[in-house]
Each structure stands twice: as structure tokens, then as C-alpha cells.
């Protein structure tokens, strides 16, 4: 005889505060010779009830306008970030974490070059250095988010997986940088650096300043995918495509080779998602909601936007390059291809009813 009882609650914690998320028991009832009863508890992890998420980490989870950048500004953010993680964990989802590098990759780029410079040190090319903030960021949110764990009596293995991200060398978009790195200048700043090494500025739309702009072509293929998705939907938690992956391209049918740029995030985040088939594209910025006349007096939030609205605002300029719209079409990239429900949010509004804008099929 044997009996499954369904525990309903988010999560359940036994021996040693440990937290196994939404689980069965399973009663094992039987007789021994002397009709004495025996009492079997088997806890049996509930896979079928896990969804998986990628969530993608906004520059705010690293590195607020204002900060210098310091190992503890940069650490108390990411764990500040983490904290809201724990209710999407409790509701028994799994999930892939991606995440940017604009202002550390940029950072990483000027100490090379003032290696260069005072020491001899041969510079690195960007991919390099892509590669370089992945380990690094990679390491600080793996730190923070196993500190929020501990904090809450949760359980759950983490992995960095350094990704690299497959472009074409013939983008277009080599010719026409558009992704900001690094710090923020003056104009007169970035023109000095300008006239000083060729790099190419534009000024940020929410007026913060003037950014270095590198090229940032489209993501088309993710190498290690398929050990992403077994790890993730085995219970770990994976940190990956971090900075939008290392860009590299085939220079031949069997050489692999890096290229510089950087790839959004949010558009790498989103095909990551759908090739592994994720129930839902999770995109953290520093606002809310989605608006439309944004920071203007008859600026609306959206709750839901369908793909088809999200395009037409597109058209209409209604969302701003650098800013919101490669979130939003990072997220219709996603809707269009899964079928699924992409959403675009604060990482404090996490696991609340309502919160975000919600992106979603016809």
C-alpha cells in the first residue's frame, strides 16, 4: 500500500533548516509479521513542477550611476539584487542568471591600455577582456547569491560557465558601433580621448554623459547549451553568456576565432532562453515598468504589451537606444520564438502580483 501526499506550501525545510523547494512525500506503509505497522518517508524532489527562468541582470544589480566601482559598492549590489531572488526559488523555479559588463568590460579595457602604456604589458583585445569580466562578475554574483542562501536556509549549487557566443564577422555592426563601455565623460572628455586614440562616443539619452561605443553585432549561436540547460534543470544555478558572451566567429569550417565587440546581453539572454527552452525571459533594469512618453507629463506604465504594441512603440521611438529598447526587442525575440511570456522589471518587484510590464503573443 502507498500513499503520495502533495505539500503544498512554497517550500519545506527539514533537518538542519535545509530547503528541498516544492517536494512529495512519500509514505510507504507496510506490515511485518506481527501486524506492526512500518512507517517509510521518502522525500522526493518535484521536477516536474520546476519552471526555468534566465534572468537577465541589468547594470544596476552591479553598479549604481554614482559609485566609483569598488569591490564593495560592486558586491553589496549584487547581493542586494540576490535577495530578490529567493522568492522565485521558494516557487520552485530553476534558473540561468545572465548578466552585463558595459562600465567593468570598459574598465578592463582602460587598464590594459594604461598597462600599455606605463609598464609594456601587452593590451588584450576585447574579446579578452569580455572574457575577463566574465570570470570576475561571475565570481562575485556566485558569492553573494550563496551568502543570500545561507541567509535563508536554501540549498542550491552554482556554476559560472564562461560562454563564448558565436557572430558574424560581416555584421554590420562593426561599422557601426552602437554598445557603450565604461565610465561616463564630459564631452570635452571624450573628445580629448577621442582626438587620443580613435575610439568612437556617444552621449547617454538620460544625460548621465558621454560613453565609449564599441561594436555590438547580433548573437547567433551559444556554444555549451546543452550542458547549460542539463545543469540548469538539474537543480544548479548558472550564471552564463555573462557580458553578452565572448564574441568569436569561424574563421574556417573548424577554426573558432575571437572578434572584438561586445554583445547585448539582453539579446543573447533572450537566445539562450528560447534554445533552452525556457518558461520565461526575466529582464532586471532600474525602473519598474515599461513606459511609454517616458519622463514626460503623460508618461504611462505598461502592465502588458503584446509584441505587436511593443513594435509599433518601437517605431514610434518610444523607447530610447542604449536604454530600453534592446530590452524590448531582446523580449520580442523571445515571445515570437517560444511562445512564451517574456517580462521586463525591477529586481525588488520580483514575485510580487502585478509587477513589470509583461510581454506576451498575440
Not at 19 to 26: A, D, I, L, R
Not at 90 to 104: A, E, L, S
Not at 149 to 165: A, F, M, P, Q
Not at 189 to 211: C, M, N, Q, Y
Request: overall charge negative; aromatic content about 8%; some cysteine.
Amino acid at each position: 500500500m502507498q500513499s503520495i501526499f502533495k505539500i503544498d506550501s512554497l517550500a519545506v525545510s527539514i533537518e538542519q533548516g535545509q530547503n528541498f523547494g516544492p517536494c512529495f512525500f512519500v509514505f510507504s506503509i507496510e506490515y511485518n509479521s506481527k501486524s506492526s505497522v512500518i512507517v517509510q518517508f521518502i522525500l522526493r524532489k518535484s521536477h516536474f513542477m520546476d519552471k526555468l527562468a534566465v534572468i537577465a541582470f541589468g547594470g544596476n544589480a552591479l553598479l549604481r550611476g554614482d559609485q566609483k566601482g569598488t569591490i564593495d559598492e560592486q558586491e553589496a549590489n549584487v547581493y542586494e539584487t540576490c535577495t530578490y531572488l529567493v522568492p522565485l526559488i521558494k516557487q520552485g523555479y530553476n534558473f540561468v542568471i545572465g548578466h552585463g559588463n558595459g562600465p567593468q568590460v570598459g574598465n578592463v579595457i582602460l587598464q590594459h591600455q594604461a598597462g600599455e602604456k606605463m609598464f609594456g604589458i601587452p593590451a588584450q583585445p576585447i574579446d579578452f577582456c569580455v572574457a575577463e569580466t566574465q570570470g570576475s562578475i561571475g565570481y562575485m554574483i556566485e558569492q553573494q547569491l550563496r551568502n543570500v542562501l545561507i541567509e535563508e536556509h536554501l540549498e542550491r549549487d552554482i556554476l559560472t560557465i564562461i560562454t563564448e557566443v558565436i557572430v558574424d564577422k560581416d555584421d554590420p555592426a562593426f561599422h557601426n558601433p552602437t554598445k557603450p563601455v565604461g565610465p561616463f565623460y564630459s564631452k570635452e572628455e571624450a573628445d580629448k580621448i577621442a582626438a587620443e586614440t580613435s575610439a568612437k562616443f556617444h552621449e547617454d539619452p538620460r544625460g548621465r554623459g558621454w560613453r565609449k561605443v564599441v561594436a555590438s553585432p547580433m548573437p547567433l549561436q551559444i556554444n555549451n547549451v546543452k550542458s547549460i540547460e542539463k545543469l540548469a534543470r538539474d537543480g544548479q544555478i548558472i550564471i552564463a553568456v555573462g557580458g553578452g558572451g565572448i564574441p568569436v566567429f569561424w574563421v574556417h569550417s573548424n577554426k573558432l576565432q575571437g572578434i572584438d565587440a561586445v554583445i547585448d546581453k539582453d539579446l543573447a539572454s533572450s537566445l539562450l532562453a528560447v534554445e533552452i527552452k525556457a518558461d520565461i525571459f526575466i529582464i532586471l533594469t532600474d525602473i519598474p515598468k515599461v513606459y511609454i512618453n517616458f519622463h514626460k507629463p503623460d508618461e504611462k506604465a505598461l502592465d502588458r504589451m503584446s509584441i505587436t504594441e511593443a513594435r509599433r512603440c518601437l517605431s514610434d521611438n518610444q523607447f530610447s537606444e542604449g536604454s530600453m529598447a534592446p530590452k524590448v526587442r531582446a523580449c520580442i525575440k523571445f515571445v515570437e520564438k517560444s511562445g512564451k511570456e517574456a517580462l521586463i522589471t525591477m529586481a525588488s518587484e520580483l514575485g510580487k502580483p502585478g509587477a513589470g510590464t509583461i510581454i506576451y503573443a498575440e
